[in-house]
């Protein structure tokens, strides 16, 4: 059984090919390198021990993508083609508005013709905006967003919601990710962002590399333990594993459903920062700088429905996060 995923060049989605392939799926990947790499397929096809076929393509481009459907005939599609930089979707909203809603459209449009009738999205908990508390249940309110960006996951759970509604025999599965860091094991793939990353874990993976001078803790002063903002980190690979399910999920039941994937415990920017430090054994030269525009004081899951739902649980600790985020950026200092 084949499944096209789209966007897999990139973190998230390399990493969800290998636990695909060793679950027993045939991937077959698009992705048109815009910010990743062809290196980063060839690795997973070396960590897999299989082939997975590679298409040079936009997501959104109709006339590629239905013959790639053609050549392909996947069995379910995970839709990872996405711009992703918030701060970017600021500055360039029509670029992201324009790239992630043409992508989604051109993909469930190739799904209608071809007959494909699953689909997995990565959405965000970004989708949560400033409304609900924490933690956030699948329940809590959407909206508020406070970018670009933000919008357009909202959208696109809407797009792919009405999709599924107007087609019963249609299943459609939202992923809401929390904050993904953490590398393959093998210290062979993992996050590659192009240019000063925004995240949190890769500036300090480049700090400890040399290749930054030193960490901005943006804000000390919010109502959190230590004041610093807190997240709920979530290895990727035990992300990869919540897509497995997912799709397990998405082939055999009809509808729209939503889960969280997080681990549902809170971890501020300074706990982060002191665990690299004993995963590593690198000193993280730090300074308290402002606020960035946005950010909210506490963000976590209550993954409960996951776990009930698709027996899925996240095991991996911020140890092993910090272990395998170091392993990946000293062992590949410039990435790929
Ligand atoms: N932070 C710093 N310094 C940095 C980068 C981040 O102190 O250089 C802090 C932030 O202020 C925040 C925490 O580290 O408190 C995490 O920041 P990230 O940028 O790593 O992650 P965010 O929680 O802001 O954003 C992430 C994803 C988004 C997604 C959002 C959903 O990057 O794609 O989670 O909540 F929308």
Redesign the pocket.
Known sequence: MTILLAGAAGYIGSHTAIALAQAGYDVAIVDDFSNSSPEAVRRCEELAGVKMPLYQADAADRAAMEDIFAQVRPAAVIHFAGF?A?GESVAKPLKYYRNNLDTTLTLLECMAKAGTKAFIFSS???VYGARAAVPYTEQSETGGCTNP??WTKLMIEQIAADTAKADPDMSVVLLRYF?PVGAHPSGRIGENPSGVP???MP?ITQVAVGRLPQ?????DDYPTPDGT?V?DYIHVCDLAEGHVKALEYALEHKGTEVFNLGTGHGVS?LELVHAFERASGVKIPYRIAPR?AG?LAE?YADPAKAERVLGWKATRTVEDMCADSWRWQSNNPNGY
């Open positions: 992703k918030v965000s908990a970004t960006y933000g904050n925004n995240n949190l500036y960490l901005n803790v943006f804000g903002g997240r920017v960035r950010d963000v």
